[in-house]
């Protein structure tokens, strides 16, 4: 079973400074309101839009702790790809969630490579608008995950990349 994870952005900063705050279903600490767009976590109101859910995933490489990755966070890795010849690659996208599939996704992804070796050589728009499950990835080789930022703290990031 699958462990249910949110986080937030806080309206109010933090006593210790933190902008964020995560909260789980198991103790009750998630409260939202669709309707009014309201939502709290650990009893902390949090902007409506930023709330995103813990995907499984973890950055094992660049923390001392294990860094949970979410939705809305902005990743990288790197993959091998095969069309006849071996191609090391470095893939960045946004992690999301998929109802369609029911899975973790990696979307807005920015390469090129990956882009022409799915298909959308003339494409782009509809590239970028794809979602492939983060399983996709993982193929015949181990890949990692590293964390870069997310859309929130940093936009930057996707600048040039439509959605």
């Known amino acids: 079973m699958r462990e249910i994870k949110v986080r937030g952005l806080v309206i109010e900063p933090l006593a210790h400074g933190g902008k964020w705050i995560t909260g789980d279903d198991e103790y009750h600490d ?6 009014d767009k309201l939502a709290y976590i650990q009893n902390h109101q ?3 839009e930023s709330i995103s859910e813990y995907t499984g995933l973890k950055d094992i490489e660049q923390f001392d702790e294990p860094k949970e990755l979410y939705t809305g966070d902005i990743v990288s890795m790197h993959q091998f790809l095969f069309d006849g010849n071996e191609v ?3 893939i960045i996208g946004v992690l999301d969630y ?6 973790v996704c990696l979307t807005k992804i920015n390469n090129d490579y ?3 070796y799915m298909g959308y050589e003339n494409d782009e728009v ?5 979602k492939i499950p983060v399983c996709m990835f993982y ?3 181990e890949c990692s995950w590293t964390y870069l930022g997310n859309t ?12």
């Open 30 to 35: 998630i409260y939202m309101n669709h309707a």
């Open 46 to 48: 949090v902007h409506y």
């Open 88 to 90: 090391e690659n470095e």
């Open 98 to 103: 998929d109802e369609e599939v029911a899975a």
């Open 114 to 116: 990956l882009q022409k």
């Open 126 to 130: 509809g590239f970028k608008r794809e």
């Open 139 to 141: 193929g015949l080789h």
């Open 152 to 163: 929130h703290d940093n936009p930057e990031l996707l600048e040039g990349v439509t959605s």
